[in-house]
């Protein structure tokens, strides 16, 4: 069964603090890992798609890395802004990007 | 640009009631998918389009049923609702899938 599995599920961090949160996968056969962010009360906000192994993508503090096993999500000098929780996503066996499993998400609080 | 609109924001049902839950969107995009989101679950694909006509099931589609009449509109309709239905729904559409996808602000959702 293809699972996405997230960790730590909740992590706090004090501002300018970096760490990394993880993102492991068994479909195998991959065709994109996706990154999103989703604040309280809103839907989830799409930040990154990486496509294959060695693959690194940045935005402002966020940089996204792919394995053939897993994601990480490093997050550089945090600010509170940063706070939300942050879900990774892969398509199904079938590769069907139309069908997107998620994780259950990490709930990242950054103290000022 | 209004994205992906879903209404209503707010909705309490009585058990065995019906309803509509409406997701519009303005993008021209093909793919759109509605999800549900419950604690410690992650979201979990209900139905998924991939243009106008045609549709089909995700995860867990047992009570609900959807229609793509166009590319703007993908409605999920609550057949008799129940109080394992009470949830945050989410309704999303992409162009192409790995582009990501851009999500509505949710529906919550209470069956009494």
């Known amino acids: 069964e293809d699972q996405v599995t997230q960790s730590p599920e909740a992590l706090r961090l004090q501002e300018g603090e970096s760490s990394s949160l993880n993102c492991s996968y068994t479909?195998?056969?991959?065709?994109?890992l996706f990154w999103y962010r989703q604040d309280p009360g809103k839907g989830p906000e799409f930040l990154f798609t990486l496509y294959s192994a060695g693959e690194e993508k940045e935005k402002e503090r966020l940089k996204a890395t792919l394995t053939k096993k897993e994601s990480f999500l490093h997050i550089t000098a945090p600010k509170p802004e940063d706070s939300a929780t942050y879900l990774c996503?892969?398509?199904?066996?079938?590769?069907?990007?139309?069908?997107?499993?998620f994780g259950t998400g990490t709930l990242l609080a950054v103290q000022p | 640009n209004a994205g992906v609109t879903q209404t209503p924001k707010f909705q309490v049902l009585k058990t065995g009631q019906s309803m509509t839950l409406q997701c519009a969107q303005d993008?021209?995009?093909?793919?759109m998918s509605w999800y549900r989101q419950d604690p410690g679950m992650g979201l979990r694909l209900i139905h998924y389009?991939?243009?106008?006509?045609?549709?089909d099931q995700g995860e867990v589609p047992n009570g609900y049923n959807v229609s793509r009449s166009t590319t703007e509109d993908f409605p999920l309709r609550l057949l008799s609702a129940a109080p394992s239905q009470t949830s945050v729904y989410f309704c999303a559409s992409s162009s192409t899938g790995l582009d990501g996808y851009t999500f509505g602000s949710g529906t919550r959702l209470t069956v009494v």
């Open positions: 389009s991939v243009g106008a006509g045609i549709t």
């Open positions: 993008m021209n995009h093909e793919y």
């Open positions: 996503a892969v398509p199904d066996y079938g590769g069907a990007t139309n069908k997107l499993i």
């Open positions: 479909v195998s056969g991959l065709r994109g």
